[in-house]
């Protein structure tokens, strides 16, 4: 390649749109990390006893306080329509909360079973918020597997809370997506530094603090699976700001700069903010990016996280992208990250899971990113893979963490070095 090569990205690569069987994770899972966020929050989940298993493995071994999810389970005689649901669910609510006065929030989480049998969750969260209002509210969202994958619980969640949100003429920045709270303070301490104020977050830590919203409102999502979300804010008044997300040195770097200029901030102070940080992040990722350097990786899609990730990989780890599924592809917000991906690898949305199989197995990729049912066998046919469920379950956003989600990356392609050692020839 000649130096003044022009820059070709995947803007306008054709995206191969497949409608078939999916193997993805239901939208439950996201109350996993949603209840660790939001303290006086409880997930009510009206659901089967597979609901409930999935919520307890993908939980593993954190219940060690009171936990704040649950399920309410819907028995045969519901399901045959023989009993009437609706009474049962206020029982249980009224239960849960005369138990519990600590949770101030609320959430009927809706799942395969409760559609199938039409329980009107919105009315029934309408219904018991006036009962339980104002020292409670009662909202609702669906994590079915039939309708969500599993970073859509989260958008579910979070649109569900906007219209309820309070109104509000103040010019205030408003970051949306749940991150690990250590991770939500360094971003909101440099926001501080470079004088973004004030800053607020969607979802909030406790309900006492959730933001109000309105015409001078400016909001920036954190995680790209917030489509929902993002049109409920925009219909409050709201104005996005666009930008690629912060994963990796130049994700963060772009975000950051993507509010400065929103903001109207001075971008000399913004820069010496960024520094130091931008420094090390660059330093700690260039010593993990030995391992991943012209190496490929194919991403099933799973968590609409596919496209950022690898315009992180190519562009500041050198890895060479083959195929990029993602569940959904949002044209909007997945601008920015389509225009840094380097031309070349294969855009999907949606599955038919036979059909990537073989893609995957044809491509041979050193590295396949997928969910735990397809990673064992891949692993039987040698391939080297990486679940796709810790991506959201590890701190990875901004700086300090872009060297521990490179390395999410390496440890798979370390391993099978150390395990067959012609693999990393
Ligand atoms: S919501 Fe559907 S896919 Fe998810 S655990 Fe329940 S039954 Fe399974």
Redesign the pocket.
Known sequence: MSLDTPFRSCTDTPVLKERGQREVF?G?TGIIWLHRKMQDAFFLVV??R??AH?LQAAAGVMIFAEPRFGTAILEEKDLAGLADANAELDREVARLLSRRPDIRQLFLVG???SEVIKIDLARAAERLDGVHAPNVRVLNFS????ETTFTEGEDACLASMVPALPATDATELLVVGALPDVVEDQMLSLLAAMGAGPVRTLPARRSTDLPAVGPNTRFILVQPFLGATHAALIKRGATPISAPFPFGEEGSTLWFHAVAEALGLDRAKVDAVLAAPRARAQKSVAAVAETLRGKSIFFFPDSQLEIPLARFLARECGMVPVEVGTPYLHRELMAPELALLPHGPTISEGQDVELQLDRARAARADLTVCGLGLANPLEAEGLTTKWAIELVFTPVHFYEQAADLAGLFARPIRRRALLTPEAAE
């Open positions: 239901c439950l659901g089967s597979t609901c999935l799942s395969c079973p994590g079915s597997g039939i």
